[in-house]
């Protein structure tokens, strides 16, 4: 598998640019007894759908990545560089899991590679308003071939801070936005969210902080992001907290939200619960959702993203086990 993977990571599939990845593997890829769908995303990109049958089970992974891009090489058993493990790793392990199957005789499934799940699962949401009649979809992030049990929320939001501008020798003739949001940021800090049997703390992080002032100008206006992992027990929690600690002069407008999901899980494989978002929750007519794959999501998205290819075998034989567990389900 390290030829082949090395040759999709070759391709440049940052979020907005994995319609060439697409392309790539739609006119490359030998599909024996599946049928391709192409789906139009809306944005310039595609999704793309293999089907054996009529699909009960769905194997599911993206093809977008973080950016930057960062060239594949090979060393000792891994693969580095940006999609190692998210998700042109799991891409590999679903293709050659299908294969198998369908060599084995196996039947009724597909493989649903989709577009921007970086950016908002773009595609995963386009596929969810297709796609009828599937029991069960297996979504491939990096858990450490661990099947996962429950997996953190998240919400997102922008906040804006108003201020008045002034020459900063005179700051008594304005109002300081950033020390308003140093304010904003020191309450926020004091919150303290319930721990989750399962799931554990709550956690956020700040990012796209901007605020365009002079550096002799007292600022009107810093602008950002919170991004916060919720967990079941403070989803519901988050948006009057941040009401609670703002005032007239604190925008706050929610982005986006998914709320903390429990996974389908089958006894008799190592588990875990993750703090990373994935397209799982936005395929809730695919019917229930499994959450498994190589690679670990602690390099992920990092500039020493790799993966074990033992890992990707192992995933394979795991794969191919659980859908004929599940493919017994729906019988």
């Keep these: 598998?390290?030829?082949e993977l090395v040759q999709l990571m070759k391709i440049d599939s940052t979020s907005g640019k994995e319609v060439e990845l697409a392309n790539f593997i739609a006119k490359n890829y030998n599909t024996p007894g599946a049928t391709l769908e192409i789906q139009e995303?809306?944005?310039?990109?595609?999704?793309?759908?293999?089907?054996w049958g009529i699909p009960k089970i769905i194997f599911c992974t993206h093809l977008d990545t973080v950016p930057p891009y960062i060239e594949p090489r090979a060393d000792n058993g891994k693969i580095f560089?940006?999609?190692?493990c998210d998700a042109k790793g799991q891409i590999?392990?679903?293709?050659?899991?299908?294969?198998?199957?369908?060599?084995?005789?196996?039947?009724?499934?597909?493989?649903?590679?989709?577009?921007g799940e970086e950016i908002g699962s773009k595609g995963a949401k386009v596929a969810n308003n297709l796609i009828k009649d599937c029991r069960y979809v297996i979504v491939g992030e990096p858990t450490e071939n661990k099947l996962i049990k429950a997996g953190k929320g998240i919400q997102l939001y922008e906040v804006n801070i108003q201020g008045i501008s002034a020459h900063s020798g005179y700051p008594q003739f304005g109002d300081d936005a950033i020390e308003r949001l140093r304010i904003f940021l020191d309450k926020l800090s004091e919150i303290k969210y319930p721990v989750d049997n399962l799931l554990g703390t709550t956690t956020y992080n700040i990012g796209m902080l901007s605020?365009?002032?002079a550096h002799n100008v007292l600022p009107n206006l810093v602008s950002f992001k919170i991004y916060f992992r919720t967990t079941f027990s403070s989803h519901l929690l988050?948006?009057?907290?941040?009401?609670?600690?703002?005032?007239?002069?604190?925008?706050?407008?929610?982005?986006?939200?998914?709320?903390p999901y429990r996974f389908h899980y089958i006894d008799g494989y190592q588990s875990d619960v993750v703090a990373f978002a994935c397209d799982g929750p936005c395929l809730n007519n695919l019917g229930k959702c499994l959450l498994y794959g190589p690679g670990s999501i602690k390099v992920a998205h990092t500039d020493k993203?790799?993966?074990?290819i033992s890992d990707l075998e192992k995933a394979v034989t795991d794969l191919k086990n659980i859908f004929r567990i599940l493919i017994k389900e729906t019988e």
């Design 41 to 51: 995303v809306g944005d310039g990109t595609i999704n793309l759908f293999y089907k």
């Design 1 to 3: 598998m390290t030829k």
């Design 211 to 213: 605020s365009l002032n």
């Design 305 to 308: 993203e790799f993966i074990n």
């Design 92 to 115: 590999i392990t679903a293709f050659n899991t299908c294969k198998e199957l369908h060599q084995e005789g196996e039947s009724d499934f597909g493989l649903l590679l989709v577009a």
């Design 81 to 84: 560089g940006r999609g190692a």
């Design 238 to 259: 988050i948006e009057n907290s941040l009401k609670r600690i703002s005032d007239d002069n604190i925008q706050i407008t929610k982005v986006r939200e998914d709320k």
